[in-house]
């Protein structure tokens, strides 16, 4: 549901999400972000609790391994449940199977007792399921997972837009703290760092690790899509999705029809391998020589060589080696861009991550199994570094201070330690931290709830631009030109209740709490 649920998103979103078109009577009718419904959350989590309250009733079944499964339940709730807190807020809490007769009036909790539940379930779940699984096995949810969703869950609570003196909006669902928890406390972040430590303690005996073989490019790839690996904590996965098949047309359908466009600001924030900032001027067109044979990355003035391997294993770059044979050839009218839709080149860049080389065949990745990755070890290591930063200490922990743990990260894709980084204010580590993790986890569904989380509005509304690429008709002369994104309702109309889903009209008719400003 999750894979599918993001195509039918795409379609929608252009005529209601981002034109601002979306409200409270759309929010499930067209799936424009989030459903409260057709994601499937609520099945999912009475199907858990159907199965936590009757499993012990199957014969011949281990008691071991019934408490196994019903750890496993309790973990499919709680990362539905995870999801729908960082879209939603406060959630009705559903804590058993809802029969023929009994009460289906369920307001929604206050944040704190929904973070409660949440770290709940996960605690429940943790002393009865393996640190790993195995290889039979594997894409289960584990210990190492329960511990790494409750992470995920009190960082996001530990956030301003939960944790501040004042809520990012008011009205009744602010009032009854079902979106903020109604003032700041340090101890929320002290409760990441604990939930953090916690996880490294139970991994020094059977370690998950970042993969690291001394090649920076493949190792990140095989780190977020590789089953198996040594660094996922919790997957979605698909059995019959392959690249190369024509049922990939879930990933390869969205690179297509555009879904995957990226800005060029976002490219530009890959700094150099040596750490610093890209920094290129855009105020005129930037022009160098492709050259007639060898690596167009060490063409003269080229200004996307030498970056963070992060950057081509996320976005396809002009110029960027591809994994099976051949160079990127996306300028206007290009080789790439007349092979496929022309949406998916349109704005000089996009989605490489789980696209590959766009291609059903000859790329080193076709015949494997689609992977996405909820959580990944960096995670924990961003987040412990983050919530060492913010907890207001000197920022050092039992398991390495907040340089040491943000550094673990970059040493895979051996990248430097970032320029300055020792002397920095708290705001401008957190600056830091937040762009490692935009580096880190493009097109995985963080990005955007860090912005939402730290109630980033600069962000949503400061001007875009994507890149124009065309190449002369001698063959030669490659021109790169910066323009505007024009069609932005956020520029303008930008208000915080985009931080939070709309609540469906006829859930609230029902009785359910809506969400301020919907």
């Known amino acids: 549901p999750l894979l599918t649920s ?38 999912s989590v009475r199907a858990a609790w159907n199965v936590i309250e009757n499993i012990d009733g199957v014969p011949d079944m281990d008691e071991t391994l019934k408490k196994q499964r019903k750890a496993e339940m309790k973990m499919v709730i709680a990362v539905h449940y995870t999801d729908m807190f960082r879209h939603f807020g406060g959630l009705p809490i559903i804590d058993k199977v809802i029969n023929p007769g009994d009460v289906t009036q369920y307001p929604r909790a206050t944040v704190e007792e929904t973070v409660n539940f949440i770290v709940r379930l996960c605690n429940e779940a943790a ?49 009854q703290h079902i979106v903020w928890y109604g003032d700041y406390q340090q101890s929320r972040w002290e409760a990441v760092i604990e939930a953090c430590e916690e996880f490294f303690a139970e991994n020094e005996a059977n ?3 970042l993969i690291d073989t001394g090649n920076p490019r493949e190792d990140f790839r095989n780190g977020y899509f590789n089953r198996g690996n040594s660094e996922i904590l919790i997957s979605t996965r698909s059995t019959v999705n392959k690249i190369g098949n024509i049922t990939d047309w879930i990933f390869q359908s969205i690179g297509l029809w555009g879904s995957g466009n990226a800005t060029l600001n976002y490219l530009e924030m890959f700094p150099k391998t040596d750490g610093t900032a890209a920094n290129n001027d855009w105020s005129s067109p930037i022009t160098y020589e492709w050259p ?95 919530a060492l930063n913010e907890a207001g200490s000197s920022g050092n922990g039992k398991y390495g201070d907040k340089y040491a743990n943000i550094q673990k990260v970059r040493d895979r894709v051996d990248m430097p330690e970032v320029p300055n980084i020792r002397s920095m204010s708290k705001e401008e580590f957190r600056e830091a931290i937040l762009l490692e993790r935009a580096l880190e986890f493009g097109f995985e569904e963080v990005r955007w709830f860090d912005l939402v989380r730290w109630k980033m509005q600069e962000e949503f509304t400061k001007p875009l631009y994507w890149l124009s690429i065309t190449r002369a008709k001698d063959g030669k002369t490659i021109t790169l030109e910066r323009k505007p994104v024009t069609d932005r309702y956020w520029k303008t109309n930008f208000s915080p209740k985009w931080y939070f889903s709309a609540i469906p009209l006829d859930e609230v008719q029902k009785g359910l709490v809506q969400n301020p400003g919907w």
């Open 127 to 175: 002393p009865d399921l393996p640190w790993k699984a195995e290889a039979v096995d594997d894409g289960r949810f584990t210990k190492a997972g329960a511990l790494a969703c409750k992470v995920r869950v009190l960082l996001f609570a530990a956030s301003p837009v939960f944790n501040d003196t004042q809520p990012y909006l008011g009205g009744e669902a602010a009032t």
């Open 6 to 43: 993001r195509l039918v998103i795409k379609r929608q979103s252009d005529k209601h999400y981002y034109n601002g078109q979306y409200n409270s009577a759309v929010t499930d009718m067209y799936r424009t972000k989030y459903s409260f419904i057709h994601e499937h959350c609520w099945e």
């Open 292 to 386: 007639a044979n060898g690596d167009p990355m060490l063409a003269k003035g080229n200004p996307f060589a030498n970056r963070d391997p992060r950057c081509y294993e996320t976005l396809v770059v002009l110029g960027d080696k591809k994994i099976g044979t051949g160079y990127w050839q996306i300028w206007q009218n290009g080789p790439d861009p007349n092979e496929m839709n022309p949406t998916a080149f349109k704005r000089g860049t996009k989605m490489h991550k789980f696209m590959f080389d766009h291609t059903r065949n000859g790329s080193s990745m076709s015949g494997k199994f689609l992977q996405w990755p909820w959580i990944r070890l960096s995670e924990i290591y961003l987040s412990y570094a983050e």
């Open 207 to 209: 370690p998950y690790t």
